[in-house]
């Protein structure tokens, strides 16, 4: 799978986890925010490394600019690590903690949306298909490494179980994807 496509699905599968994240703060429901808030921190800790070890280092030199957002990118990380290390310091129970993890939404919506409308369109035309193809191979390998599910443990699903996953996962977008772009993006039941 093409690199940005398959970061792009992991930015989509945790705008999913924030928005439910968002409907149990909301509705008081702690229990459920504490589930979500580690699902939150595990796939924001597997994105930034396979971002970091294998992503960044690839794409680095292909122009100036990219360069100038990499290196952004990586003081956007450190951020959202620091971030996440302080809510994991805290109890639930502390009004800061709920506030540390708006806070921490906010910086990485803020953060994806500029991979993904600066980043990655001046990568589509700065490399050809075949090397995304390549890259996108490697981040599989490093989620692989890591313990964490790649595309291939979720191709066999249908398209009704994908669509499925989606909706109770409230992934954005899911309504317009591929069948292979959905499973990509969902984490698996
Ligand atoms: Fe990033
Ligand atoms: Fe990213």
């Known amino acids: 799978m093409d690199a940005l496509t398959l970061l792009t699905a992991d930015h989509n599968r945790v705008r999913g986890l924030f928005t439910r994240f968002q409907s149990a703060h909301e509705a008081e429901d702690q229990k459920t925010q504490v589930e979500l808030a580690t699902k939150i921190i595990h ?9 970091e070890t294998t992503f960044y280092p690839a794409i680095s030199d292909v122009t100036d600019e990219v360069h100038e957002l990499v290196v952004e990118g990586e003081e956007e990380h450190r951020v959202a690590k620091e971030l996440m290390a302080e ?10 903690w709920a506030a540390k993890m708006k806070v921490l939404i906010e ?6 949306e500029e991979e993904e409308k600066e980043m990655f369109p001046k990568l589509r035309s700065a490399l050809d298909a075949a090397a995304l193809e390549a890259l996108g191979e490697a981040l599989e390998a490093k989620k692989a490494e890591l313990g964490a599910p790649t595309l291939a443990d979720k191709i066999d699903l249908t398209k009704e179980e994908l669509t499925q996953l989606a909706r109770e ?3 954005p ?3 317009k994807m591929s069948q292979e772009e959905l499973a990509a993006t969902v984490a698996p039941a």
């Open 173 to 175: 977008g899911r309504s």
């Open 107 to 112: 910086s990485v919506e803020h953060h994806a």
């Open 87 to 96: 809510v994991q310091g805290l109890s639930p129970e502390d009004e800061h």
């Open 169 to 171: 996962q409230e992934i």
């Open 43 to 51: 796939e924001l800790d597997v994105h930034t490394s396979i971002e």
